[in-house]
């Protein structure tokens, strides 16, 4: 239960002083739905105004805050035209404040002549005239501060008004107990935590004060997680101890990779303890996750449990279920699927010999959890593609065991170690950082869109050479203020010249029309698949060896290396060709330029990590994942190490969260919502 001493600061954000049903909506867009919300809306920026008495020249490009005096209103000759004021300071030096908008009348209220006002703005040389654009007014000098934040807004909201909800929520905000480590806090030379919330928002360039709110942010992540993984090990699972019988009857075409035969070998040394496995294991597009899996299934099937793999899309769980038959043919394991799709008597037949024990390994979408399916004897949980499941879900499919089950969760997003530590923090952490043998790099190329003919050209020789190939498109259909080509456009110009050999999936199908069209696509009955990046996960089609990204400068690092990945899956040579606009800015160039010199999806994570900064990482954010507030990227990577140090200190040394440090603690994991998600994370 949340702390009495935290309740002012999780009131709803209506009992601000100000805040009416008209601000809340803005709020809203912004997520602020409570005061701790206006509190964690940190400034990005600040502006520095310059007090004057006088108007200078030198001045120009400055903001400066200067009394002045209204001589006259000009208006426009023309209705959209602005309306200009003459104004001038006390020694009678001129300028002009300027309003846009074609209303002369609200100006003329809002500056009547003869009146003194305190104006604010930056002043601009226009031809050989000063001029402020859009003025901020005051009645003295105290409405004006030097140094004011600038907040990110939504419309209907401005920074100054926000800056006055964040003083109301300071002022609100109580001293709380320390929770960080005195020696570190001493070494670091952070304020205190009510201090550093109030000197953020005076003055965003305080850096001691960003670094501790980001510090305590992390803080009470690390310590949330350290405190699952004590809980973790505690909990009686159940050893499951392989004999080796099914995996030496395993007839591989090739050797495992060294990255693969470490992983299985730390999944065996986890299967084989009383404490339930939590690990996560990160592997690029084709470093081959899916055999790691379906050896730690083997381990489970060898130790007489069972099995089951849970995939985010019917396609995808089916497309696991045909590698897994192909793979351990010939071994005595019953393998079967269960899909929302399947129904009657098949339905029946299946979660009747899964109940009593003759399906060794179960793979299928979230209806593998639904009430009506038992195991008999559940011992180990493979997720795919993790992020795409709720907490709750996995928790679910977890309770289906008579012991808490294993836990294997799969991604192949390749994730910066920095926001591992941050997302995954309690799970053990395997790396697939080689790729099987005779996988050949694809190789990519950065094509300018005035080429885009030439494109299509080599497409349609691609075809008559037996190839398949992808074509994805950023957006569904047209915007009017977009120029960003639409897929279904696309798709009909590609059907002018090549026919029903091409064929469109996006988001808006219904997924029945979507698996029907990749399934013939997968079947090779189609010859191009133009899609939007719905075909990101899940789609396996080794024929198809050329794919062809349109706009690649509008996509993040990760995602353009996640759909890259779509090829590549067989024997031989594949091509990305990046379509690129006129008009890069450097971000995008130094983006397309390393997807073109590498093919390492955890290099161009990292680097993805750095060049977007505090910005959306695409690829990397979990859907349901508590999200960073106050910690951004760019600090996270100093304050990880430290915050997770200390977290173990406090629970080693310093008694837990029943000592007094601990008590204070406790208190961070409740302001940083940290709290409801300590039973959750459990299942990963």
Not at 272 to 277: C, E, F, G, K, L
Request: hydrophobic content about 40%; glycine content about 10%.
């Amino acid at each position: 239960m949340r702390p009495d001493i935290l309740n002012p600061l999780f009131a709803e954000v209506t009992s601000l002083k100000g805040v009416g049903p008209g601000l809340a909506k803005p709020l809203e867009r912004l997520r602020i739905a409570r005061v701790v919300d206006v509190a964690f809306h940190l400034p990005t920026g600040h502006i520095d105004r310059f007090p004057r008495d006088e108007l200078m020249v030198s001045d120009a490009g400055r903001v400066i805050a200067i009394p002045l005096t209204v001589k006259e209103h000009r208006a426009s000759s023309s209705p959209r035209g602005p309306t200009r004021v003459r104004a001038e300071d006390a020694a009678g030096n001129s300028v002009a404040l300027v309003y846009f908008g074609g209303n002369s009348g609200w100006v003329k209220k809002l500056l009547p002549i003869g009146e003194t006002k305190i104006v604010s703005g930056r002043l601009d040389l226009y031809g050989q005239d000063l001029q402020i654009v859009h003025p901020d007014l005051g009645e003295s000098t105290d409405d004006f501060r030097e140094r004011e934040a600038i907040y990110p807004l939504s419309e209907g909201i401005t920074s100054r008004r926000l800056g006055a909800l964040a003083a109301q929520a300071v002022e609100r905000a109580p001293d709380l107990p320390e929770w960080i480590e005195p020696g570190l806090k001493a070494q670091r030379g952070w304020p205190d935590w009510k201090d550093a919330l109030a000197r953020i928002h005076a003055d965003p360039a305080d850096a001691k004060a960003r670094e501790r709110l980001g510090y305590d942010e992390v803080f009470a992540n690390q310590l949330a997680m350290t405190l699952v993984r004590a809980d973790t090990r505690k909990r009686r699972g159940r050893a499951l101890n392989g004999d080796g019988r099914l995996r030496d009857m395993l007839k591989l075409p090739y050797t495992l990779t060294g990255a693969q035969s470490r992983t299985v070998r730390e999944i065996e040394g986890d299967l084989a303890q009383d404490a339930p496995m939590l690990r996560l294991l990160q592997g690029d597009v084709g470093a081959g996750k899916t055999l790691v899996a379906a050896m730690a299934m083997l381990i489970a099937v060898e130790a007489g449990a069972q099995a089951a793999m849970l995939a985010p899309t019917e396609i995808l769980a089916r497309q696991h279920y045909e590698t897994l038959r192909k793979s351990l043919a010939g071994l005595p394991v019953e393998i079967a699927v269960l899909t929302g799709r399947d129904k009657g008597k098949a339905r029946e037949a299946t979660l009747m010999a899964l109940a009593a024990g003759e399906i060794d390994i179960l793979v299928g979408t979230h209806a593998i959890f639904q009430e009506t399916v038992t195991y008999r004897d559940l011992a180990l949980v493979v997720v795919d593609e993790q992020h795409r499941f709720g907490v709750a879900q996995r928790m679910m499919l977890s309770a289906k065991g008579k012991a808490p089950p294993h836990l294997l969760a799969m991604t192949a997003t390749p994730i910066p170690r920095t926001l591992t530590l941050a997302n995954y923090g309690e799970m053990d952490v395997s790396r697939l950082d080689e790729m099987p043998p005779g996988r050949q790099p694809i190789e990519t190329r950065v094509v300018s869109e005035d080429r885009l003919d030439e494109v299509v050209n080599a497409l349609g020789r691609h075809l008559s050479d037996g190839g398949q190939a992808y074509w994805v498109c950023p957006l569904v259909e047209e915007s009017e203020k977009s120029d960003l080509a639409a897929a279904e456009m696309r798709a009909e110009s590609l059907r002018a010249r090549f026919g029903e050999r091409v064929g469109l999936v996006h988001g808006k199908m219904k997924p029945a029309e979507k698996d029907a069209v990749m399934e013939a696509f997968a079947g090779g009955r189609l010859g191009v698949l133009v899609a939007t990046t719905v075909i990101e996960v899940g789609v396996d089609v080794p024929n198809a060896t050329l794919i062809v990204i349109e706009h690649a400068d509008r996509f993040g690092l990760a995602q353009l290396h996640q759909l890259r990945g779509r090829v590549g899956r067989g024997g031989g040579l594949s091509r990305c060709l990046l379509l690129r606009g006129s008009h890069l800015s450097e971000t995008s160039r130094a983006r397309l330029a390393l997807m073109r010199d590498t093919n390492d999806g955890f290099r161009i994570a990292e680097e993805d990590l750095r060049l977007r900064g505090a910005g959306e990482l695409l690829g990397t954010r979990q859907s349901g994942e508590m999200a960073f507030r106050l910690a951004t990227p760019e600090n996270m990577a100093d304050l990880m190490q430290c915050a997770q140090d200390d977290a173990r200190l406090l629970i080693d040394r310093d008694g837990g969260l029943e000592a007094p440090r601990g008590q204070a603690a406790r208190t961070a994991l409740y302001l940083f919502e940290r709290d409801a998600g300590v039973a959750l994370l459990r299942s990963g």
